[in-house]
């Protein structure tokens, strides 16, 4: 897939640098993908196991170093 717009047959130097790193490597977006969805792209959260950890939340101490016996 190409994205780059020439006008006027200009080519930006990075537009050049990423086609000729495609050419070389050229599962590089699939493996970019591959990477965006082991960090990005996640199941929906439960709304319920949600809500179930948001009110079993115990609040902190306003100073967490002192202890109240």
Known sequence: MKFSKQINGYQSD???????????????????????????D????DLDSQLRTQESRVDQQPYVYQNNH
């Open 14 to 40: 990075i537009t050049k640098f990423v086609e000729e790193l495609k050419e070389k490597n050229p599962k590089l977006e699939e493996q970019q993908r591959a990477g965006r969805a082991l960090l990005w």
């Open 42 to 45: 996640k199941t929906p959260i």
